[in-house]
């Protein structure tokens, strides 16, 4: 069984300060992980994945998150935050060897940026 | 750049009536996922198609909810009758294949209000 946890249903940042969202896994198979991005009213948008390989990975919008396997963790992260970046942020987590497992998702962190 | 198509991008309906929603997937893409989004919350996966043929459902209310891809393209979901709960966004999904390592891309979503 796989599941996600987002810590922190709302963080808020002033803009050009570090943005950090939080995101713990259980997954009892080498997981795929994702982070989406969704505005209001809108779909979800990709950030970034890890499947394998480096286990720092870069998005877009300068989004980048770490995957550490000791810590069951896959934080993301921005070095200066922007009033573009408020939105609704997912992590999610999928079954390498599962095929056809669909993607499970966290309940989700409003960032809120500020002037 | 392709995209997920669905329609409408909003609902009104009364409760006891039926409602659908239509999602057209990127062309190629085999996998197709129904979501279900409850304000303030993360998605949850209602079915998912491999081509024409359903992969899991496990989570859709059968009793009411109903979902086909009759050509292994274009997807159709419905709720009848509809119930004040069933009030949230419904996002559509697709992937070129089953396995989730590439993501999902998805559509804008409908947003249904029940009343």
């Known amino acids: 069984a796989q599941s996600v946890t987002q810590l922190g249903s709302h963080v808020s940042v002033s803009e050009g300060a570090l943005v950090l969202l939080r995101c713990n896994y259980s997954s009892s198979v080498p997981p795929y992980l994702f982070w989406y991005v969704q505005y209001p009213n809108q779909g979800l948008q990709l950030l970034l994945k890890?499947?394998?390989?480096?286990?720092l990975v870069k998005g877009i919008n300068g989004f980048e998150a770490e995957f550490k396997k000791s810590e069951t963790s896959f934080h993301l992260t921005k070095p200066s935050a922007h009033m573009s970046d408020a939105a609704e942020y997912f992590c999610a987590v999928s079954g390498i060897y599962q095929a056809g497992t669909a993607l499970i998702f966290g309940k989700g962190t409003t960032l809120s940026v500020s002037s | 750049e392709a995209e997920v198509a669905q329609s409408p991008r909003y609902k009104i309906t009364e409760k006891s009536q039926a409602v659908a929603f239509w999602c057209d997937p990127i062309?190629?893409?085999?996998?197709l996922y129904w979501y279900r989004q409850i304000l303030g919350q993360g998605p949850e996966l209602l079915v998912q198609f491999q081509d024409e043929s359903v992969v899991d459902d496990s989570q859709l209310p059968k009793d009411r909810f109903s979902a086909e891809r009759l050509k292994g393209v274009d997807s159709t979901l419905k709720i009848q009758p509809a119930e004040l709960g069933d009030s949230a966004m419904y996002l559509c999904a697709s992937s070129l294949e089953r396995g989730s390592y590439r993501g999902y891309t998805f559509g804008s979503g409908t947003r249904l209000t029940v009343v």
């Open positions: 062309s190629g893409h085999a996998t």
């Open positions: 890890y499947t394998t390989g480096a286990t």
